[in-house]
């Protein structure tokens, strides 16, 4: 058996919402649909994929809501008022539960989740376990 990977700090809900990638394609298809894109740095360059995680043998990934609220005077890209990020948190929660309705992740919340999920993936590595990390402030 090949061995089970676990990411530690894997970001799929902003590069679904926020990049506007649909994680479920290939990432070669990804790349293509931003071919010409200039709105973001690395467009067209993306690694993430549901087909890759599995490729990799990646079962479970310890994923994030991920919104910066910055102030008129900071440089870095972010959200105009701390309302703004947390809102945008919570669209990148809605991706997880839908992408849990239609079988591509798993929310793992405590062990007997855990435990089921690593059987489940021992038998057809279709869904992918996530742990859910978030934070205020």
């Known amino acids: 058996m ?32 931003e071919k ?17 995680l599995r490729k990799g043998n990646i079962g479970l990934v310890v994923a ?6 910055v102030a ?3 440089p870095l890209p972010g959200w105009n008022s701390p309302e703004q990020a947390w809102a945008h948190t919570q669209a990148q929660r809605a991706w997880y539960s839908e992408m849990e309705r239609t079988g591509e992740l ?11 999920h690593l059987r489940n993936w021992e038998n057809d590595k279709k869904t992918i376990g996530y742990i859910l990390k978030s934070g205020r402030g």
């Open 2 to 33: 090949a061995s089970f990977i676990i990411d530690a700090h894997l970001d799929l809900s902003m590069n679904s919402m926020e990049w506007n990638r649909d994680l479920r394609e290939s990432i070669s298809e990804i790349r293509e649909r």
């Open 36 to 52: 010409g894109m200039t709105d973001k740095p690395d467009r067209g360059n993306g690694v993430v994929s549901f087909d890759q």
């Open 64 to 69: 994030t809501q991920i919104a910066r609220y």
């Open 72 to 74: 008129p005077d900071n």
């Open 106 to 116: 798993k929310s793992i919340t405590d062990l007997n989740s855990l435990e089921n």
